[in-house]
């Protein structure tokens, strides 16, 4: 397969999302197979070093924005109807079905939304907690300053130890915290990305 050709079916493949989008992924791999044939690959071996186009293509619109892929679904089912809109039947049902169906779509999107409130909230908590564990080192500078003052020594010694092992906790709360919060954005743009997989459809793009 040439680049012309690779490029043009990959264009096609993708009619209905954002033309920017579109744009863009057309130029990357314009520009993939242009330096693979800059280092002394063939035009079609350039190509077929890309892969299967199917999963490419498949790749490209998990990636997309998800308003996006509803709007060119929303696009390739219209025009599998001829491009007519929904007809007077399906409308009365949409209306005659709306409490029933309605509850059902949102229980679930309210319970992953719900889900995910939970674990940003016991993230903050990580950060919070962290934050005092270091802030608490300035007061027990303090302290052991009062105490040296008063002649305790004790009293400082003891107030520096507690303010370095609170100084020490709380980075490692940070620090955990910084990880989990990583952790949970992997884990919203995989949902997302499900979310959009499971718009798409399993089936590969021809």
Known sequence: MTKN??????RDSL??????EVDNS?????????????????EEDAVASLGDLNEIIKSIKVNMPLKSVIKAKVSESKEKRGGSGLSAS?????????PIWLPLLLVPISLIFAFMFVLWALDGVLFGVGAAGILSIVL?????VTAAITLEPLTAVGAIGAGLLGLGAGILL???G?????SLARLFVGTMKGIKGIIIGNKRSK
């Open 174 to 176: 940070i620090v955990a």
């Open 140 to 144: 027990r500078v303090v302290q052991a």
């Open 15 to 20: 009619k209905g999302y954002s033309e920017k």
């Open 178 to 182: 910084i990880a989990f919060a990583k």
């Open 90 to 98: 399906s409308i009365i049902l949409i209306i005659l079905f709306f």
């Open 26 to 42: 057309i130029e990357y791999y314009s520009e993939m197979i242009d330096d693979r044939i800059e280092d002394g690959v063939s």
């Open 5 to 10: 050709e690779f490029l043009n079916r990959l």
